[in-house]
């Protein structure tokens, strides 16, 4: 299964909220960091944000904190949450799509399968197992270590 970049970008974003421990870092900060569009990240965040993973921080010194500790916030929730118009195939989709084959096809039913397996998987993990301790300090402008 390969992810989007959106989801690859807020992934990492919430690794780097995770190591500044409530820092409130704007989108410019967090994009900079991670070497991304300012535009792609503020999308990112909102999205995050409407899923109540992370919290947003307005005036003048705004931004995003983590909504909740690393240990609640599963890597599986994180992938559906940022996936979620993402169908794996066409017959996937929500209205289930235009493929002609879809009222015979089994392999439908199979990728529905690697997919839920795949996400349990991701279930298992948490924020707090992707912490990279001292990545923030490294990454993000006017932070020194």
Same mark, same amino acid.
């Given at each position: 299964? *390969?992810?989007?970049? +959106?989801?690859? +970008?807020?992934?990492?974003?919430?690794?780097?909220? @995770?190591? *500044?421990?409530?820092?409130?870092?704007?989108? @410019? @900060?967090? &994009?900079?960091?991670?070497?991304?569009?300012?535009?792609?990240?503020?999308?990112?965040?909102?999205?995050?944000? $409407?899923?109540?993973?992370?919290?947003?921080?307005? #005036?003048?010194? #705004?931004?995003?904190?983590?909504?909740?500790?690393?240990? !609640?916030?599963?890597? #599986?929730?994180?992938? *559906?949450?940022?996936?979620?118009?993402? /169908?794996?195939?066409?017959?996937c989709r929500?209205?289930g799509g235009?493929?002609?084959?879809? /009222?015979?096809?089994?392999? *439908?039913?199979?990728? +529905?399968? !690697?997919?839920? &397996? +795949?996400?349990?998987?991701?279930?298992?993990?948490?924020?707090?197992?992707?912490?990279? /301790?001292?990545? &923030?300090?490294?990454?993000? /402008?006017?932070? @020194? $270590?």
């Amino acid at each position: 299964m *390969r992810l989007t970049q +959106f989801t690859d +970008f807020g992934i990492r974003a919430l690794i780097l909220l @995770a190591d *500044r421990d409530g820092d409130v870092l704007s989108a @410019a @900060a967090v &994009a900079e960091s991670l070497g991304v569009s300012v535009h792609h990240m503020a999308k990112v965040l909102q999205a995050l944000g $409407a899923a109540g993973l992370v919290r947003s921080h307005r #005036g003048k010194q #705004g931004g995003v904190t983590l909504a909740l500790s690393p240990a !609640a916030i599963r890597i #599986g929730t994180v992938v *559906r949450v940022l996936e979620e118009d993402q /169908p794996l195939v066409e017959c996937c989709r929500a209205d289930g799509g235009s493929c002609v084959l879809t /009222p015979a096809c089994r392999l *439908r039913a199979m990728l +529905f399968g !690697a997919e839920q &397996a +795949f996400l349990a998987e991701l279930d298992r993990f948490s924020l707090a197992d992707c912490r990279i /301790p001292g990545l &923030a300090r490294l990454l993000v /402008p006017g932070h @020194a $270590a």
